[in-house]
T-cell receptor, first 112, second 117 residues
Framework: KQEVTQIPAALSVPEGENLVLNCSFTDSAIYNLQWFRQDPGKGLTSLLL???SQREQTSGRLNASLDKSSGRSTLYIAASQPGDSATYLC???????????WGAGTKLIIKP | DAGVIQSPRHEVTEMGQEVTLRCKPISGHNSLFWYRQTMMRGLELLIYFNNNVPIDDSGMPEDRFSAKMPNASFSTLKIQPSEPRDSAVYFC???????????????FGPGTRLTVL
């Protein structure tokens, strides 16, 4: 059974730092992996989606990588800003399955 | 595009009352998902529709929960009767493409925060 883990559960860093959020999954037979952002009391915003055949995706200051063989994905945030403070969730979609398997999220706080 | 639209954004009701949550998916999307999010359990998939047909409702917690999708632009999630343990944020999400076969990024609505007293 696929399990998705995000460590750490919470992270606090000073503004301006580059940082990496981690996501690991137990079964490498995935279709794609999606990173989301959730602000307190708000919905989920899709940040990046990486297909299983891709190694990375970039959007602005965000870069997501995928290493299927090791069951890992990272979300790199460059030059962090207070507005980046949110909970970041990763979700894996398995082959031929519509379901997303969710990590518990990493709560990120960027201190001004 | 307005994105996925959900209503109401907040609902406070008393135990035993019927609650109806509404969702309008992104135009052109043919897959729709209802999720529930709580602190204890995180995000749980309740039901999935493809082309207006319920494909998997195994996540629906009890018979008190029901969902319909009468057309491609509207879905409802109903709880009758509601109980305090149903208090959660309910999200609707939509995506395009056939399940498991093509690129399938899910886009989420803002959610409905339900409180059952």
């Amino acid at each position: 059974k696929q399990e998705v883990t995000q460590i750490p559960a919470a992270l606090s860093v000073p503004e301006g730092e580059n940082l990496v959020l981690n996501c690991s999954f137990t079964d490498s037979a995935i279709y794609n992996l999606q990173w989301f952002r959730q602000d307190p009391g708000k919905g989920l915003t899709s940040l990046l989606l990486i297909q299983s055949s891709q190694r990375e995706q970039t959007s602005g200051r965000l870069n997501a990588s995928l290493d299927k063989s090791s069951g890992r994905s990272t979300l790199y945030i460059a030059a962090s800003q207070p507005g980046d403070s949110a909970t970041y969730l990763c979700a894996v979609r398995e082959d031929s399955n519509y379901q997303l398997i969710w990590g518990a999220g990493t709560k990120l706080i960027i201190k001004p | 595009d307005a994105g996925v639209i959900q209503s109401p954004r907040h609902e406070v009701t008393e135990m035993g009352q019927e609650v109806t949550l509404r969702c309008k998916p992104i135009s052109g999307h043919n897959s729709l998902f209802w999720y529930r999010q709580t602190m204890m359990r995180g995000l749980e998939l309740l039901i999935y529709f493809n082309n207006n047909v319920p494909i998997d409702d195994s996540g629906m917690p009890e018979d008190r929960f029901s969902a319909k999708m009468p057309n491609a632009s509207f879905s409802t999630l109903k709880i009758q009767p509601s109980e305090p343990r149903d208090s959660a944020v309910y999200f609707c999400a939509s995506s395009s493409g056939l399940a498991g076969l093509v690129y399938n990024e899910q886009f989420f609505g803002p959610g409905t925060r339900l409180t059952v007293l």
